[in-house]
């Protein structure tokens, strides 16, 4: 069973920066893609930001520019550096993994809490 475990959530002032960190119990080398995904209250969960195998990357329009995601494939880890952070990027950020061929098996992590005050 893949476990992901996040960290790195809190509470920052509007500007900020914070580092979420997402650590896989399995390898990462050979996934099809780790991703964050948010969910705001009243909201839908939507996609932040995901890396593919290749390490080719992909990111919402809102947090181009500011948010950054990168896959340390030896620590089976990958983070989502966030700059210049605003209110509305108050969410629950999700870690997703993504791997199979023919299948395509998904999994998600707990959740960690980011609040950005203004």
């Known amino acids: 069973q893949v476990q992901l475990v996040e960290s790195g959530g809190g509470l920052v002032q509007a500007g900020g920066s914070l580092r979420l960190s997402c650590a896989a119990s399995?390898?990462?080398?050979?996934?099809?893609?780790m991703g964050w995904y948010r969910q705001a209250p009243g909201k839908q969960r939507e996609l932040v930001a995901v890396v593919f195998s290749r390490g080719d990357t992909n990111y919402a329009d809102s947090v181009k520019g500011r948010f950054a995601i990168s896959r340390d494939n030896v620590k089976n880890t990958v983070y989502l550096q966030m700059n210049s952070l605003i209110p509305e990027d108050t969410a629950v950020y999700y870690c997703?993994?993504?791997?199979?061929?023919?299948?395509?098996?998904?999994?998600w992590g707990q959740g960690t809490q980011v609040t950005v005050s203004s």
């Open positions: 997703n993994l993504r791997s199979g061929r023919f299948t395509i098996s998904e999994y």
């Open positions: 399995v390898s990462i080398l050979y996934t099809n893609s």
